[in-house]
C-alpha cells in the first residue's frame, strides 16, 4: 500500500483491539531493568471478541525456559476507548486508540502473591504500516524509571 504524506492507510484509520487481536498473533520482545537484568520473550496470543469484550490469552515463553500465562480482557467503552483488566493489574486501565497508536498505563504486582513489588507500565502500541504491532513500554516505580520494554507483534 503506498501512502502519500499526510495520509494514514486503511489499516492504521482502522485499528482496533479487536480487530488486531481477535484470532492468533505471536510476538517477540525483551525487557530491560536498571539493575541490569534483561529478559527476552515469545508470546503466543489468542483473542476472541464477543462483540464486546476482547479476551486475549498470552502465552509467555522466556529466553530462559520459565513460561507463564496472562489474560486481558479488554471491555469495548466507546469509539478507541477501551477498559482492560488483567489478573496481575491492580484495578482498571484506560486505553485510547488514536490513529493508529493505542495508549495506556497500568499498575502492576510483579510479586503478586506478596504484593510488594508495584511497578507502573506506560504502553504505546503503533501500527506499522506492513501490520506489524510495536508496543514499547516505559516502566516506573514511585515514578522514577526503573525498566523498559519492547514487543513486537505479527499476525498469520
Not at 504484593?115 to 506489524?132: A, E, I, P, S, Y
Amino acid at each position: 500500500m503506498t501512502l502519500i504524506a499526510g495520509t494514514t492507510s486503511a489499516l492504521a484509520r482502522d485499528f482496533t483491539l479487536e480487530g488486531y487481536f481477535t484470532g492468533r498473533t505471536s510476538a517477540v520482545g525483551w525487557f530491560s531493568a536498571i539493575n541490569g537484568v534483561k529478559r527476552g520473550f515469545k508470546v503466543d496470543l489468542h483473542g476472541t471478541w464477543n462483540g464486546k469484550t476482547l479476551t486475549l490469552v498470552e502465552d509467555f515463553v522466556y529466553d530462559d525456559g520459565e513460561r507463564d500465562r496472562k489474560t486481558w480482557r479488554f471491555r469495548k467503552t466507546g469509539p478507541g476507548q477501551y477498559s482492560g483488566t488483567r489478573e496481575d493489574v491492580v484495578g482498571e486501565t484506560q486505553v485510547t486508540i488514536t490513529g493508529d497508536t493505542a495508549r495506556f498505563s497500568y499498575l502492576v504486582d510483579l510479586d503478586s502473591k506478596a504484593k510488594k513489588n508495584r511497578v507502573r507500565f506506560h504502553d504505546t502500541m503503533k501500527l506499522q504500516d506492513d501490520g506489524t504491532l510495536v508496543n514499547t513500554a516505559s516502566v516506573t516505580k514511585f515514578g522514577f524509571p526503573v525498566a523498559k520494554t519492547r514487543v513486537v507483534f505479527h499476525r498469520p
